[in-house]
């Protein structure tokens, strides 16, 4: 006869791969999601969403009886405007009629108001919500700055959305005619998506936000909320991934203050969390399944992933700061230049001042 250690040894050995199996339908999640997007708040955004869909125009090109065309600049914070000096310049001297200022400023962060002139001219400050690093409520807090700015000011045709942590790589007076006026700028359009009218408005405009489709982690960014949740809306085949940070035309900030099947599969919160990061995914997913051909698929924005860590970007310092770094840093394969540049650290912006005037607004 067997003795009964051995026996519960033996049975032990075989119970192992039978645990295995059952051990993710037995054992919690690898991280407890995030919380859900609570109602009140997602009742606020759809109110919010359907007056700004309803008063604003779907016209799919800018169009030349707009006499002036604008850029709606999207500031996305949880901390100080840390670089609002340097921005200061950037606006310095600008036609007022040519952009305006929205900045959502997560509500539980208070954040110091900028003292500097452009950030008085008025109150550029949104109704704000909670916001949580990889998760849907940096989704949500987007979708709001583009539905206040749509319904702020019909003018408003570009939509660029910067970090506190984002800089100017150009003046304005660059910035604002490569986007609107320059035939060159895009080095990936054709020649009919560049041709002009004799108003000198480009016949079709493309917003730059990044759309990949090929990423080593993908397919578990895609189960991160378990491996059916996405569908049957959004099937891997489907799902990209990309820069948070874009500039986007009027006619898709429409398309996205009017989505409601996607985000319904986006605001599921993640069990992931290390793999979960909904903000590179949604805005991707969503233009590449709506309108492949209205995107660059490339961001202006440049962002150093070399030694990124727990999901954060190459942070620049003080030291590293120059004319050479900027110069570096407008360096793209896919525009004559990038428009912005993260990430840096709070203390980069004495030296980036001295650049200003040099270096990064003479171009």
Known sequence: MFSTPFVLSFSLILSLPILFLLAPHILPPRNPPDPPIPLPDEIDDLSLFSRAASRSSSVSHLSSSHPKLKIAFLFLTNTDLHFAPLWDKFFHKVDPNLFNIYIHADPTANVTRPRSPVFLRHD????SKR????SPTLISATRRLLATALLDDPSNSFFALVSQYCIPLHSFRYIYHSLFASRSFDLTSSESDSDSTQFGVRVRYKSFVEVI???PRLWKRYTARGRYKMMPEVPF?????GSQFFIMTRKHAL???KDRSLWRKFKVPCYRSDECYPEEHYFPTLLSMQDPDGVTHYTLTRVNWTGTRNGHPYTYRPTEVSAILIDRLRQSNYSSSYLFARKFTPDCLTPLLKLADSVIFRD
Request: charged content about 25%; proline content about 5%.
């Open 255 to 257: 398309l996205v203050i």
């Open 131 to 134: 916001t949580y690093r990889a």
């Open 237 to 241: 085949h489907k799902f990209r991934v």
């Open 213 to 215: 489709s090929e990423e």
């Open 124 to 127: 550029p400050f949104i109704t």
